[in-house]
């Protein structure tokens, strides 16, 4: 959702102010985290599990400032990276952007967890927009 000033949904954004996003048609998606971007694009992280399993794999959907989905990052505004070995699971779960003043491009630092042997590992991924 997005709200107005005086805290009532924005129509603008959406439907009617509201935004529903699946990332699988068959199984669990998650966004856990959000950073808005310059431009007011939205960049949502979090995991999705892959096919009919309960591995989930780290996502990243980029969406237009009205809320649409960001059709010039990757398919259908999705970026969906296996971190984890074979059937392991892993997610991410904080964004972060970075700027960068030698190039005019901002990247997206996501962080978050994948299965090790038999713990977590931490993963951070980098992301060109």
């Keep these: 959702m997005r709200l107005s000033v005086n805290g009532a949904l ?3 954004f959406g439907t009617a102010g509201r935004g529903v996003y699946a990332l699988s048609t068959t199984n669990w998606d998650e966004a856990t985290a959000l950073v808005q971007q310059a431009d007011g694009k939205l960049l949502l992280g979090g995991w999705v599990y892959t096919g009919n399993s309960s591995s989930a794999d780290t996502a990243l959907l980029r969406l237009n400032a009205d809320g649409s989905r960001d059709a010039s990052f990757g398919p259908g505004g999705v ?3 296996p971190v984890a070995a074979g059937t392991r ?6 964004l972060a952007l970075q700027p960068d003043d030698r190039v005019p491009t ?10 090790g042997n038999s713990d977590l590992d931490v993963v951070l991924m980098r992301h060109w927009l």
């Design 10 to 12: 924005d129509a603008s």
């Design 79 to 81: 970026r969906i990276t």
């Design 89 to 94: 699971t892993d997610a991410g779960r904080a």
């Design 106 to 115: 901002v990247r997206v630092l996501q962080a978050g967890e994948a299965s």
